[in-house]
């Protein structure tokens, strides 16, 4: 399974736009790339899935290169309420005999002032 | 819509006690994912199952087991418990999709090892 690298921690304030880099230099071919949001003590929460270009949703937008080596979350006017850890998952999400379950990695704690 | 479903929500055991975790997943999704997350840590992956059949099997106690059932609901169960197993537990779900695989969370069981 692709290893992740996020930065531990991010600070920005409301009505900024977030930028979170992911790094996975070892992703392979049939690997997706999934985004979670983290409340404490909730469960993890799909923000944003892709494979490769660009990939938008209504919350998110997600940025990857053509060599797949990283890739960047970006959320839109944030608020207090984006405050929250987030998760870059890379793995082969359809294997032979099912899914693998993805493994989390450290994920990038944000924190949004006023 | 309607999300993944997991009881107990709490559940307070002693040492050597067994306990037994349910999951009910998505309507139509045919693959149950088991994480295990302790106070201050990411999320770390189990088990998974696909159509009834282990497919993917991760850092998983021996202590602990689990199946999916024909209505396609989870078990996870625990025995010998140690003040270690402490943790949220959470359930996920998904349905195997040529072009791509969304893996969606329950909220999360909350065992507590006294």
């Known amino acids: 399974l692709a290893k992740t690298t996020q930065p531990i921690s991010m600070d920005s304030y409301e009505g900024q736009e977030v930028n979170i880099t992911c790094s996975h230099n070892?992703?392979?071919?049939?690997?997706?790339i999934t985004w979670y949001q983290q409340f404490p003590s909730q469960g993890p929460r799909f923000i944003i899935q892709g494979y490769k270009t660009k990939v938008t949703n209504e919350v998110a937008s997600l940025f990857i290169p053509a060599d797949r080596k990283s890739s960047t979350l970006s959320l839109p006017r944030v608020s207090l309420s984006d405050t929250a850890v987030y998760y870059c998952l890379v793995g082969l999400v359809i294997s032979g005999g099912g899914a693998d379950g993805l493994t989390f990695g450290k994920g990038t704690h944000l924190i949004i002032q006023p | 819509a309607a999300g993944v479903i997991q009881s107990p929500r709490h559940l307070i055991k002693e040492k050597r006690e067994t306990a037994t975790l349910k999951c009910y997943p998505i309507?139509?999704?045919?693959?149950v994912y088991w994480y295990q997350q302790g106070p201050g840590q990411d999320p770390q992956f189990l088990i998974s199952f696909y159509e009834k059949m282990q497919s993917d099997k991760g850092s998983i106690p021996d202590r602990f087991s689990a199946q999916q059932f024909s209505d396609y609901h989870s078990e996870l169960n625990m025995s010998s418990l140690e003040l270690g197993d402490s943790a949220l537990y959470f359930c996920?779900?998904?349905?195997?999709?040529?072009?791509?695989?969304?893996?969606?969370f329950g909220e999360g069981s909350w065992l507590t090892v006294v």
């Open positions: 070892n992703i392979a071919t049939n690997d997706y």
């Open positions: 996920a779900s998904s349905r195997l999709l040529s072009s791509g695989n969304t893996i969606y």
């Open positions: 309507p139509r999704h045919d693959t």
